[in-house]
């Protein structure tokens, strides 16, 4: 099945400052590669996702790239601010079964510095 | 448009008791997810549901674990009996496609169940 790595499991910005998280996956028939933030408790929300057929998507201050070849995709936070302080997941989906459900990375606890 | 609504928020049991979680999807979504998430990791997938059908179960303890969906639309995930392991957080989640892989999940906010 699926195996999803996250790296780094900490990171700590000072406000303004970009983040980069990386993530590697294991299948490659996975086309769907959603990243979800997380706050203390509350349920994954979903920030930004890209598709296999793209090689970068942007959203505001937010940004994903996947290199299919290497199997691997990052999450870009461009002037971070306090409140983007939460833990961020990676995620995965292979089309090669019918399960559909996300197979996620362990987790990266972005913490922005005022 | 409303989210996924879970209940209870917090559960505190004994061991060896039984659970019971509920979850009601977004108006619409045929697909329904469960997930556990241990404290420090990501969400792992318990069941997922399509219309009123199992489509994997495959990663469910199912001599304590079951789940229905009865009538395609909300669910309920109980644990019988309880053990101190299973204390995480159990998160429903809903797509509003028919299983396609690039479909979003939405996920509620999540059950924290504590077992002592």
């Known amino acids: 099945g699926e195996n999803v790595e996250q790296h780094p499991s900490t990171l700590s910005v000072q406000e303004g400052d970009s983040a980069v998280i990386k993530c590697t996956y294991s299948d490659s028939a996975s086309n769907y590669f959603p990243w979800y933030k997380q706050e203390l408790g509350k349920g994954p929300q979903l920030i930004i996702d890209i598709r296999s057929n793209v090689g970068e998507k942007k959203d505001q201050r937010i940004a994903v790239t996947l290199n299919k070849t290497a199997k691997h995709f990052s999450l870009h936070i461009t002037e971070t601010q306090p409140e983007d302080s939460a833990v961020y997941f990676c995620a995965a989906v292979s089309r090669n079964t019918g399960r559909r459900a996300l197979t996620f990375g362990s987790g990266t606890r972005l913490q922005v510095q005022p | 448009e409303a989210g996924v609504a879970q209940s209870p928020r917090y559960k505190i049991i004994e061991k060896r008791q039984s659970v019971a979680f509920w979850c009601n999807p977004i108006?619409?979504?045929?697909?329904l997810y469960w997930y556990q998430q241990i404290l420090g990791q990501g969400p792992k997938l318990l069941i997922q549901f399509q219309n009123n059908g199992v489509v994997d179960d495959s990663q469910l303890p199912k001599d304590r674990f079951s789940a229905e969906r009865l009538k395609g639309v909300d669910s309920t995930l109980k644990i019988q009996p309880a053990k101190l392991e299973d204390s995480a957080v159990y998160l429903c989640?809903?797509?509003?496609?028919?299983?396609?892989?690039?479909?979003?999940?939405?996920f509620g906010p999540g059950t924290r169940l504590t077992v002592l």
């Open positions: 108006s619409g979504h045929a697909t």
């Open positions: 989640a809903s797509s509003a496609g028919q299983g396609a892989s690039t479909d979003t999940q939405y």
